[in-house]
């Protein structure tokens, strides 16, 4: 019998769930966490909540890749979005500057300062068992295994066969400020990172990277599968009033134009299979989930959300069978996007950066006026 530890009564017995996936994105990561402060202080107010109310309360299983990793290992312990605000207003500069980075490279090994943060953050002992009451919610974050060359989705999930306490190289015995420096060790930003999963047999080291570079740097169809497919072991139920998804982004950035030459297409191939890759996890939820609230895909797909022959909105109230209700929210940085929100004073170029470390200030602009334009709790259905 999985071990859930002081969980046991939340997780013990079927209910109806609700996850939260949260995209990569470098400091974008501040547009997420503004989305993040809306819902939380929204469902606070909602379900009656005080100030003690933290969004770990309410999402059942929280996901995320890249820094959506860092915020998700925040949350799932019972941080506040604003605590996670702060830490990146004041520590974003160390985490995602390549001019800072490079200058103060050793900081990323041994006991460099960026360890120490993440350390502190996160607790140095700090692993994925769940004994210990440190998690309030269940947690995954995706890493790229560069020794194996594929993705490794990793979660405290009890029933998970790798979380096994019994084997040799149980997940749940990394360390999470390991795990999660693995899963946002971005290429030029991070060096990889080395982790040890078996003590006692050398041949279980393995090289990480971002996990952004990975199809999952939107995690939102991945963690579906991990909270449903039987070979997960956790086995959720599927239905439109059983299994909620919020999926956060941090702001797309799709590239316009051709590529000028071999330098310009290089710099931009990863944003852009990154961006394709977010595109097709969101599709995935549109078809198997019942959409309720999304930018339109393309002029061919539109967003999804069921109508019916007048172009109305099926309400929720009928059951159009889905495996779940999918809510996306996210921001588009261009001209466009920027005016969508209601911000024409904003050039977006900038904000598109990974490492846009000096706009900080414009970025929680940008994620607090798309997060007041775009979040509604009546995309939550039943849930709420």
Known sequence: MANWGPLENRYGNKSPRKMLALDGGGIRGIITLEYLAKIEQDLKHKLGKDDRFRLCDYF???????????????????????ELLNFYVKEGKKMFDKNF??????AFYGDGEILEKLKETFGEDTDLCLKDGKYKSLLMIVTMNRTTDSPWPISNNPFAKYNDESRQDC???IKLFQLVRASAAAPVYFPPETLQWDPNNPDKTFVFVDGGTTPY??????????????????????????LLLVSVGT???????????????????PDNLMYAASVDQDINCRVIGRCTY?????????????????????????DLKKHFLYVRYNVELTQSGMRDIGINDLDPEPLRQLDAVKNI???????????????????FGSFV
């Open 60 to 82: 059942d299983y929280i996901a995320g890749t890249s820094t959506g990793a860092i915020i998700a290992a925040g949350l799932s312990l019972g941080m506040s979005v604003s």
């Open 294 to 318: 999304g930018a339109a895909i393309d002029r061919e797909l539109g967003d999804m959300i069921p109508r019916d022959n007048n172009g109305h909105i099926i309400p929720l109230s009928q």
């Open 171 to 173: 997940n749940c015995r």
């Open 217 to 242: 740097n939107n995690p939102s169809f991945l963690l579906y599968k991990m909270a449903t497919q039987p070979g997960f072991r956790l086995n959720w139920e599927i239905g439109e009033d059983k």
């Open 361 to 379: 200030k414009e970025l929680k602009k940008v994620g607090s006026f798309a997060a007041n334009k775009h979040v509604d709790l009546a995309h």
């Open 101 to 106: 980075i490079l200058k103060r490279w050793k």
């Open 251 to 269: 702001g797309s950035s799709p590239t316009q134009g051709e590529y000028g030459n071999l330098l310009n297409t290089l710099q931009a191939l």
